[in-house]
């Protein structure tokens, strides 16, 4: 008795009867358990956004699409989406049927839990459930036993998940982490695994199948279970209809759809260049490149196409660049990435492979470049030797004297080579070297020689192309661009418009490969294009390009060995103008007018040196003569205004320098012999000893 007296005093002390005494107390004690509860909520834990941060690795082409996507370190398909991306029916069909106050609710839904613990009092059994998107969001950040104290535990976490986040945030979650059976998260993968596109557009079947399945993945998955999603589906469709969510007649509509029986697989374009992107930036979530997502699986396709006319260990390689900007539009390593025998994972692509034929325009250019020849000017295609080497025509025959014109229309070796003698071969790949193409010689340590003409040195698909736009660019090669967000950087010319535009006019008049008609008659793009065969049959490559692109097409295969019968000609350009066919017509199909300088001039015209390239006539042999030392022949030097030293060794003293015949004035003793240039380009240097004797030295001065 003492002891509920005791009570009842306590509480008639601070709840006194007395409603003029029980005011007073009123508003302290509502302010206290206001705090309480605001102390409660502000401490309750929050659960770990972990999972929601171990998304698939993306890499989307420049609309937005994904090119090819990467599992998640568990295993799963699990795409961010944000809610702005997904249906806006399948939105409020999914709110409809899971969570009807969700806009209202804290995070925890107050009627639907009453009148879940109302229906288990009088039932003694579960026939509701409470759950909101937001505690289910919970449930996908933390999985759990299902048990009274885990409900409780996931209300808790589900109020501070709001207090943390926007509802715009709680649904991206649910839509990023909701299972779709097997390895499915997230309405994005099962929009694309099961309907084969992206959840922005849904039809109402479809939208109700994707609500349903997430309340029992692996029993309603359409891919094994079609009748059970269906039933499931339906079940949805008939709720939609009676909260007036779709229409009577959609409802009828949609029941009548199948549900897909397959699943679909996940997009997988560009697939060796998402390789290359994702390992480039391994910590980057997204990544957006400049391709053209129409085009590549166009192109995608035709390669695939196309290798089936080829043996089974052949493939297959393109790549199509906008020469503006230099974006990469189309990039196909391979034209069957999932075949062994044509090793299609091997990004052939990025492979060293010999040229053949296909660096001869850029001899042609940097001659024109140097004024050394003219397109009208005559050369020898007859057989010769250079030193121990022996070059031959394609075919074996020989021409006799043609211009360099139709030397280069017809790709005949003897001119080429013999021009490049008069370049200078290493002259020529250190141009090359100065805008970042550097071939692979067969002995690294060795000097360039003349056979680089004619595939004698490595190089890349890749950067073919890049070289092939600078013909579009005024002879300036750029790098190429492969990401949407990289900016646009300027190149580095290795020879002048007037060389550009003798080359681009003399290329695009090469007769078209068999079975191509001429672009007058097919109406398509007047396509400039040079096409290469390396020794051996082991690669074939066809390069063409107009104003605004350049495609690059390679074939052969992968391993090397010889594939005969087969040329760039026959094999290549057919499937390079093929995919200038899936361009459409040039939107510039003006002539490009000369630069200044050019000589339309005929040959009889031309000043008398650029009539005729006279065979070089080897240099006599200088027993005990100087030797330049530095800079060697071929070098390309990186010049920010200092002297350069000059070194030989050899011969009978006093040496004479000369740059370009204008002999050095002398150095002072014991300083050594020191050269102030005047500006980048290439320089010819030369030393002459007392008895006349002398060596030359061509090198490239670049920033």
Known sequence: MRTVLGYTGFFTRFFPRSREKRLP???????????????????????????????????????????????????KWRLP??????????RRMLIAAEDRRFAAHPGVD??????????LVLSGRVVSGASTLTMQAVRLLEPHPRSL??????????????????????????????????????????????????????????????????????????????????????????????????????LTEARDQEVPSTRLAMPFRAPHLARDLRDEKPQAAVHRTTIDSLLQQRVEALLGREVSGLDRQANLAAVVVDNRDRRVLAYAGSADFASAARRGTLDMARALRSPGSALKPFIYA??????????????EDRPRNFGDYSPSDFDGRFQGEVTAREALQYSLNLPAVGLLDRVGPGRFTAALAAAGIRLRLPRPAAEPGLAVALGGGGITLLDLVRLYSALSNGGEVAPLRYRADEPTTSGTAIFGPLAAWYVNGILAEAPPPPGVLPAEIRRGRRFAFKTGTSYGYRDFWAIGYD??????????????????????????????????DLLGPSRSRDAIPPPPGTLLLSRNDLPPRLRRLEPRAPAPAQPGGPKIVYPPDGALIEWRGEEV??????????????????????????????????????????VIDAAGRSAHSTVRLSR
């Not at 770990?48 to 090819?68: E, N, P, Q, T």
């Not at 989406?81 to 399948?90: G, S």
């Not at 940097?366 to 050369?379: A, Y």
């Open 547 to 580: 104003p605004e692109v350049t495609i690059g097409v390679w074939a052969g295969r992968p391993d090397g060995t010889p594939m005969p019968g087969h040329s760039g000609r026959l094999t290549a350009a057919p499937v390079l103008f093929k995919i200038a």
């Open 25 to 75: 107390w009123l508003v302290p004690s509502v302010a206290l358990i206001a705090c309480l509860v605001t102390a409660v909520y502000y401490a309750l834990p929050a659960p770990a956004l972990d999972r929601s941060r171990s998304a698939s690795v993306l890499v989307l082409a420049a609309d937005g699409s994904i090119l090819r996507g990467f599992l998640t370190s568990d295993g």
């Open 149 to 250: 104290v885990a409900k409780l535990a996931e209300m808790a976490k589900a109020l501070a998940l709001e207090r943390l986040m926007s509802k715009n945030r709680v649904l991206s979650l649910y839509l990023t982490l909701g299972p779709f059976g097997g390895n499915l998260e997230g309405v994005r993968a099962a929009s694309l695994a099961y309907f084969g596109k992206e959840p922005v557009r849904l039809s109402v079947a479809e939208a109700a199948l994707l609500v349903a399945i997430p309340r029992s993945p692996e029993r309603l998955r359409p891919d094994r279970h079609p009748d059970a999603a269906r039933a499931a589906r339906d079940r949805v469709l008939e709720r939609m209809a009676d909260q007036h969510v779709i229409s009577t007649a959609a």
């Open 366 to 379: 940097i001659g024109f470049d140097r004024l050394i020849i003219h397109p009208e000017t005559v050369l």
């Open 645 to 686: 030293p000059l070194e030989a060794i050899g011969g009978k003293g006093p040496l004479q320098w000369l740059v370009d015949g204008r002999p050095l004035p002398p150095d002072p003793p014991r300083r050594g012999v020191y050269w102030q240039p005047d500006e980048i380009g290439f320089v010819q240097l030369s």
């Open 110 to 119: 107050p009627i639907a839990a009453a009148r879940a613990l109302f229906q």
């Open 81 to 90: 989406v944000e809610p702005e991306a997904v249906d806006p029916l399948y």
